[in-house]
T-cell receptor, first 112, second 116 residues
Framework: NAGVTQTPKFQVLKTGQSMTLQCAQDMNHEYMSWYRQDPGMGLRLIHYSVGAGITDQGEVPNGYNVSRSTTEDFPLRLLSAAPSQTSVYFC???????????FGQGTRLTVV | KNQVEQSPQSLIILEGKNCTLQCNYTVSPFSNLRWYKQDTGRGPVSLTIMTFSENTKSNGRYTATLDADTKQSSLHITASQLSDSASYICVVSAPWVNTGFQKLVFGTGTRLLVSP
């Protein structure tokens, strides 16, 4: 069982570069979301999706875009990387709104 | 001020000993309260989920309690093992801005080190 798979695990970007963080789940979950984890702070919601074709903003969406063309995939795009986006990013999926959330292994992103 | 506060920030205990981690929250309304374990360099893994009507829930050596009136929860770890060394995160699930989505509000975690 793969669960939630994130790639890459580590990434270094230069300011202004763009990139896509990949997230895939094989549990047929409708709900998927992206969080960032910064030192001294709890995980914060960036964007979420309640099903294929449906996405919405979380509490810290600026500088990020998402799409959900399939149930399985939920990529996160950084349009023009900034040092403030240095963080660890986690993708999560869950079957229904209130059920257990399964997290990926995380992507550690450094923007220099 | 965080809506989910955890204490202590860090804790060192000897292998085999018990410990209790605390969580206070101000999130309201809330749907459920969860405890996650996060190993270094890994994603959080769910330990327990409790609705407001549940007072206690166990998962092996982990027992979580919830007092919805005082908005407090605790996670008790019995007979600790070296593999329990990790961060333990209290998470409250709450409705998100008139949508059908449940946002997870995370505490900053308690970092537990179990020493031989």
């Amino acid at each position: 069982n793969a669960g939630v798979t994130q790639t890459p695990k580590f990434q270094v970007l230069k300011t202004g570069q763009s990139m896509t963080l990949q997230c895939a789940q094989d549990m047929n979950h409708e709900y998927m979301s992206w969080y960032r984890q910064d030192p001294g702070m709890g995980l914060r919601l960036i964007h979420y999706s309640v099903g294929a074709g449906i996405t919405d903003q979380g509490e810290v969406p600026n500088g990020y875009n998402v799409s959900r063309s399939t149930t399985e995939d939920f990529p996160l795009r950084l349009l023009s990387a900034a040092p403030s986006q240095t963080s660890v990013y986690f993708c999560a999926s869950h079957k229904q709104a209130n059920t257990e959330a399964f997290f990926g292994q995380g992507t550690r992103l450094t923007v220099v | 001020k965080n809506q989910v506060e955890q204490s202590p920030q860090s804790l060192i205990i000897l292998e085999g000993k018990n410990c209790t981690l605390q969580c206070n929250y101000t999130v309201s309304p809330f749907s459920n309260l969860r405890w996650y374990k996060q190993d270094t360099g890994r994603g959080p893994v769910s330990l327990t989920i409790m609705t407001f009507s549940e007072n206690t829930k166990s998962n092996g050596r982990y027992t979580a309690t919830l007092d919805a009136d005082t908005k407090q929860s605790s996670l008790h770890i019995t007979a600790s093992q070296l593999s329990d060394s990790a961060s333990y995160i209290c998470v409250v699930s709450a409705p998100w801005v008139n949508t059908g989505f449940q946002k997870l509000v995370f505490g900053t975690g308690t970092r537990l080190l179990v020493s031989p």
